[in-house]
């Protein structure tokens, strides 16, 4: 039988990068993934390319910092499937500015999307789980969630927030048999991160070639990006724990950048 065979996993930020690879990795595995995006029409050809493939797929319009569209979009999953046992929150930006430059509106929009989304869906995803008496979480962090880098204040910022959220719902989890983890990855070559190379060559007045040399692989043990491969592994690795010996934990995935 399939890892996640009839199991049913939401998955925000599902229609591009890290977290679609996360969705046709637990489909290729058994699970029904729920693509919830900001971009229906991403959302949908996310969901025919599983479904091409010979697996299940649903998805959802979800803006992450709106408690109706998540809710909403919790209780569409519950009707059509009744039950939802992971949430792997990774709807995300980036916006790099120095700090003494940093937009205020910039910062609240930054925060708002990686701490309030994550607030949000898992606190509407945690009410089926409680009833369930069973549930995974898994975080999106970054190596940002243990170290700092320049211009990504509030970056770093919600970052290492999310890893005591995750604390906090293993703790309050526990009897309901529902374990947190958080997943924080080196630099992935997603649109995320290709946005960022240019953005940070110009405010560091350095090539782009240097941003990546430089700044994003100089502390890799192989000078290799990290894949969304080798993320969705660690991410389907706590998704399919069986008990709660890891829950609350942390790990990192970045080919050596960040060793704890
Ligand atoms: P991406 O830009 O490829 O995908 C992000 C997805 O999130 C998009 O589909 C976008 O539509 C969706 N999204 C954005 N705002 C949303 C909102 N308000 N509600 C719902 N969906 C929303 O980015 P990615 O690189 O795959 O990043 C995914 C996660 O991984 C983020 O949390 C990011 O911080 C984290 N991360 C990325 C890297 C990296 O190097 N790419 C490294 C560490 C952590």
Redesign the pocket.
């Known amino acids: 039988m399939a890892r996640f065979d009839k199991q049913v996993g939401i998955i ?10 996360i969705a046709l990795r637990y489909a290729a595995d058994g699970g029904t993934p729920v693509i ?4 229906l029409d ?2 949908r050809a996310t969901a025919e390319e599983i479904k091409g493939k010979g697996g299940d797929a649903f998805a959802v319009a ?5 408690e109706d ?1 998540v809710t909403g979009g919790v209780d569409e999953v519950m009707n059509k499937y009744g039950r939802i046992d992971l949430l792997v ?6 916006i790099v500015h120095p700090l003494v430059d940093f937009p205020y509106a910039d910062w609240k929009k930054l925060l708002s ?2 701490l309030d ?1 994550a607030f949000l869906t898992t606190k509407a995803c945690l009410k089926h789980m409680y009833a369930a008496k069973s549930g995974a979480i898994v975080y ?5 969630s243990k170290e700092a880098s320049r211009l990504k204040a509030p ?1 770093v910022t919600a ?1 290492h927030g999310l890893v005591g959220l995750c604390k906090v719902v293993a703790k309050e989890g526990a009897e309901f048999h529902v374990r947190a983890n958080v997943v ?10 290709d ?1 960022q190379i240019p953005e940070q060559a110009r405010e560091l007045h350095i090539s782009e070639e240097q941003v990546i040399k430089t700044i ?1 692989l100089n502390d890799t043990v192989d000078g290799e ?2 894949t ?1 491969d080798d ?1 969705a592994d660690c991410v389907l690795f706590f998704a399919g724990a069986k008990t709660n010996a890891l829950t609350g934990q942390s790990i990192v995935v970045s080919h050596g950048w960040f060793m704890q």
């Open positions: 925000t930020g599902a229609a591009s990068g890290i977290g679609k690879e919830a995006d900001l971009n991403a959302a979800m803006n992450v910092i709106d569209a929150s990774n709807a995300g930006i980036q999307i990686h989304g999106m962090g970054s190596v940002h970056y970052k924080c990855p080196g630099f992935v070559r997603t649109p995320l991160v946005k994003m990006f990290t969304t993320v």
